[in-house]
């Protein structure tokens, strides 16, 4: 079985569209690759999305691998200039509720899901350890199609998961959620 490590993107500036990493989030990076450089991972994958894609580059310098960026690691919804805030966070609290709600500007909970599962399942033929940077909506998705909202946090539901948190699985099953221990 591949170990894939799922990391959060870094803390993000908060903006609309594709925003970058902050200071404190390319710290995070740095840190989260120093503890991915330990654990001998043989590649690396990330989110197009520009957040993702930073802290994906801390993770490739520490380590000497290439990027490859996968789509199917977006993340659920991206906030975007043609839609007000508060319908973005209505649609968003909506495809928590109903995982089959699709929203106006991305995927349902359960689509999200199933196609970050697909591209797991594509990614146990790399040389692992496996380094995801994805996003936290997205990761809660495939949590919930792996295991079932029963069994996860409801502070992952409702807040997401933190900046940089690392969610471990060995294949598709989930071994940690959400840990920060290499932040400290």
């Known amino acids: 079985m591949t170990i894939f490590y799922l990391v959060q993107h870094a803390e993000k500036e908060r903006q609309l569209g594709d925003p970058g990493l902050t200071v404190l989030g390319r710290q ?4 989260t690759a120093e503890w991915l450089e330990h654990v001998g991972i043989g590649a690396v994958f990330s989110s197009p999305l520009r957040r993702a894609c930073e802290t994906a580059q801390f993770i490739t310098v520490a380590s000497g691998l290439q990027l490859h960026e996968d789509a199917r690691l977006r993340e659920r919804m991206n906030w975007a200039d043609d839609q007000p805030i508060e ?10 509720r109903d995982r089959d709600f699709i929203p106006r500007s991305g995927d349902s909970s359960r689509r999200a899901g199933d196609r970050f599962l697909a591209c797991l399942t594509d990614l146990a033929a790399e040389r692992g350890p496996v380094a995801v940077v994805t996003h936290g909506g ?3 998705d495939l949590l919930r199609t792996l295991v079932g909202d029963e069994v996860l946090p409801d502070s992952l539901l409702h807040d997401g998961v933190p900046s940089c948190a690392i969610t471990t699985l060995n294949g598709t099953a989930v071994v940690d959620i959400a840990s920060q221990v290499h932040l400290q």
């Open 28 to 31: 995070q990076a740095a840190r």
């Open 87 to 96: 319908g973005f966070l209505a649609d968003w609290a909506a495809t928590v």
């Open 138 to 140: 997205v990761t809660v």
